[in-house]
């Protein structure tokens, strides 16, 4: 579907004339493809230009090496630059969940896969970390999403806090604090409703369950397919809640990835989990290397 990108730049590259280095007209000819393959992998235009912008300045004039063709050369600058950017910290699978109970909100658009990566979440906590996880939905205007968590809750064997009808997402997370300090829990996940678009309502109520539970971290989960759209959940997400990290969902469709190096470009925060399937243990740790692969084609 796709050109790949070192094809089109060796392309570029066999009509130039062999040189030592790097002419500013070689590199300026590659990035142009360069920004194309950004773009078409959904990475958002402004961040594409900017991108194209820093890596124009670290080309130009870089010695071509014996070893490897110029357009293998601009695209391994254009690898390194990708996970330089990409890159938000060194283990970004190590969540801040000392003391417990540590409580995790989780927010995010519905339909991005919140509530499944609550879950898948919880399945690697339990699982790798051997902790003891409490879920809860807050989900008050959807009762089958706050039934779905329970039934996953039950397929990971995972705790879920009880539902009450009529109690509001305040209530909830409270009652799930003093749950999770009680029954001895290591970690508490409280699963933030979702709607279609960002409201204030939305938001509003995520501010108001954030100040009771003072997360220790807040996951953004966005859809990695969604691409440019991506950035703009990201940071309301960010400037309205504050967000501590990132998980990319749908990483296993045909989607390129530009998502990843969007959001992280604009609001800073560290991608740590992508979502590679609907099964619930499909959630790996993010590693720059292979969204840098995809991005590059
Ligand atoms: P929510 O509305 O944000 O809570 O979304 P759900 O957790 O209900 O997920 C919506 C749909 O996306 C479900 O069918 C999930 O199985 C599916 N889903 C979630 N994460 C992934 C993923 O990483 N890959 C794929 N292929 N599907 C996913």
């Known amino acids: 579907?796709?050109?790949?990108?070192?094809?089109?730049?060796?392309?570029?590259?066999?009509?130039?004339?062999?040189?030592?280095?790097?002419?500013?007209?070689?590199v300026k000819t590659a990035l142009r493809?360069?920004?194309?393959?950004?773009?078409?992998?959904?990475?958002?235009?402004?961040?594409?230009?900017?991108?194209?912008?820093?890596?124009?300045?670290?080309?130009t004039g870089q010695a071509v090496t014996k070893s490897i063709t110029p357009g293998q050369q601009v695209v391994k600058i254009v690898h390194d630059a990708l996970i330089d950017t990409l890159r938000g910290s060194d283990d970004p699978g190590a969540l801040r969940i000392d003391n417990p109970p540590a409580p995790i909100l989780m927010v995010g658009l519905q339909g991005s896969g919140k509530t499944t990566t609550t879950a898948k979440l919880a399945k690697r906590l339990k699982e790798r970390d051997g902790k003891r996880v409490l879920m809860a939905s807050l989900d008050v205007n959807r009762p089958a999403a706050m039934e779905q968590l329970q039934i996953l809750g039950t397929q990971i064997g995972v705790d879920t806090l009880p539902i009450v009808k009529g109690e509001d997402p305040v209530a909830i997370a409270k009652?799930?604090?003093?749950?999770?300090?009680?029954?001895?829990?290591?970690?508490?996940?409280?699963?933030?409703?979702?709607?279609?678009?960002?409201?204030?309502?939305?938001?509003a109520q995520a501010a108001a369950v954030r100040d009771v539970a003072k997360p220790r971290e807040t996951l953004l989960v966005v859809d990695g397919?969604?691409?440019?759209?991506?950035?703009?959940?990201?940071t309301e997400f960010d400037d309205k809640i504050g967000v501590t990290g990132v998980i990319l969902t749908r990483m296993d469709g045909d989607g390129r990835g530009g998502a990843a190096l969007s959001m992280r470009a604009v609001t800073g925060k560290p991608i740590r989990f992508v979502g590679l399937g609907e099964k619930l243990d499909a959630l790996e740790t993010f590693e720059p290397e292979r969204i840098a692969?995809?991005?590059?084609?």
Do not use: C, W
Not at 36 to 52: G, M, Q, T
Not at 225 to 234: C, E, S, W
Not at 293 to 297: K, P, T, Y
């Open 1 to 26: 579907m796709f050109e790949n990108l070192s094809e089109r730049l060796s392309g570029v590259f066999d009509r130039l004339t062999k040189q030592g280095a790097l002419s500013e007209e070689d």
């Open 33 to 59: 493809e360069v920004r194309v393959a950004l773009l078409e992998a959904d990475v958002s235009l402004p961040v594409a230009r900017d991108f194209v912008k820093a890596i124009q300045e670290k080309a």
């Open 175 to 203: 009652r799930a604090k003093t749950q999770a300090a009680m029954g001895g829990y290591d970690v508490y996940i409280l699963d933030t409703a979702g709607r279609l678009h960002i409201d204030t309502d939305l938001i």
């Open 225 to 234: 397919l969604t691409g440019q759209d991506a950035v703009n959940v990201a």
């Open 293 to 297: 692969g995809r991005i590059l084609g």
